[in-house]
């Protein structure tokens, strides 16, 4: 930086020096021209005086030429900028203004316009991701109910068909509900005012305790439970660790089949508590791996709407491990299970 500022300066020293020589230059050989256009002889000393004149009148000119110069590019871009401005302010984000490979606060000001510019149209892009998103899971149970309950007008309906109706819409229903809870829960995590209050409490025996709430869906699907808990001690929030567990264990039984098998170890690495979740279930693509943790993301759109999921719960499950300046990662293959590995600071 000191050596570019210092190389500025030599240049800008060289061409102040070449202006001098430029401008007494034109005046020596413009005055010698006028002298011998006289018709009377001036004395050297006259001569001398008006070719120094004239000199100085001619570096002034070449002067307010450059920075007239300089000025009219200083507007033009003083003018795109605002420009951007204007155009970021109407909710156009598409700006991208030339950046100067000068080095000077305005140059600095460019570079912040561009990278607001982007990451503006980036939210932008998010939030109309997210509202697409939202629409489409509100709209196909919305239909679904709207199409029962237009059935269940027909009087020569079964008792049969009647409660099978009346079932799917409950489960509909319970549907928008799991939606718009996680919905807000998502928005309250992403937020400065959640609370999170830290303690220090036994992990082992709250992965347990989990285990054991969901023993009747586990048992009903005869899935195999292998566990392995050391005792750990964490300093976390107990209450959305907990939400963690839950929506991890939930999904493994759910994608895992009828005598299919989980495992479960923790143990604790150095000053770090690691937690592996493993299920023989129908497994995530290469491809989906990556995306997993993006909110509204399902890895088989097809199987995934048939367990009623909506694509938030590791997007919440993703932002705790954040909060807790914790790690989550996956490795599964395609119909060979999955296995999330999440790491804890004590």
Not at 52 to 59: C, D, E, K, R
Not at 335 to 346: E, K, V
Request: proline share 2%; hydrophobic share 40%.
């Amino acid at each position: 930086m000191k050596g570019k500022k210092f190389f500025r300066h030599v240049v800008g020293f060289f061409m102040f020096i070449v202006m001098i020589f430029v401008s007494f230059s034109v005046s020596y050989f413009l005055a010698a021209y006028l002298f011998s256009l006289l018709s009377f002889q001036l004395s050297n000393y006259i001569q001398h005086l008006i070719t120094t004149i004239l000199g100085f009148f001619i570096f002034a000119g070449i002067g307010i030429g450059f920075s007239k110069i300089i000025r009219s590019k200083q507007r033009n871009l003083f003018q795109e900028v605002i420009d951007a401005l204007r155009s970021i302010a109407r909710g156009d984000f598409n700006v991208q203004l030339e950046t100067l490979k000068r080095e000077d606060p305005f140059t600095t000001l460019i570079d912040h316009i561009n990278h607001m510019a982007k990451q503006l149209k980036e939210m932008e892009d998010m939030r109309q991701e997210f509202i697409s998103n939202v629409s489409h899971e509100i709209q196909s149970p919305l239909t679904s109910i709207g199409g029962f309950a237009r059935a269940l007008q027909d009087d020569e309906l079964t008792l049969e068909e009647r409660s099978h109706y009346l079932n799917v819409i409950e489960t509909e229903c319970r549907r928008l509900s799991k939606l718009s809870d996680n919905l807000l829960k998502l928005t309250s995590l992403e937020s400065d005012h959640h609370p999170f209050e830290r303690k220090t409490y036994r992990l082992d025996q709250q992965i347990r305790t989990i285990i054991l709430a969901c023993e009747p869906i586990w048992v009903e699907k005869e899935i195999e439970m292998d566990i392995m808990l050391e005792k750990v001690t964490i300093f976390a929030d107990e209450d959305l660790m907990s939400q963690v567990w839950t929506n991890l264990l939930h999904n493994s039984i759910k994608f895992t089949p009828t005598s299919g098998k989980i495992s479960i170890r923790l143990s604790q690495i150095d000053d770090k508590a690691e937690i592996k979740i493993s299920d023989t279930g129908i497994g995530i693509s290469k491809n989906d791996q990556v995306h997993i943790f993006e909110r509204f993301y399902k890895a088989d759109k097809a199987r995934e709407r048939s367990k009623g999921g909506s694509g938030l719960g590791l997007s919440i499950v993703k932002k705790i491990m954040d909060m807790h300046k914790g790690t989550i990662v996956v490795e599964s293959e395609e119909d060979m299970g999955s296995t999330f590995t999440l790491t804890l600071p004590q």
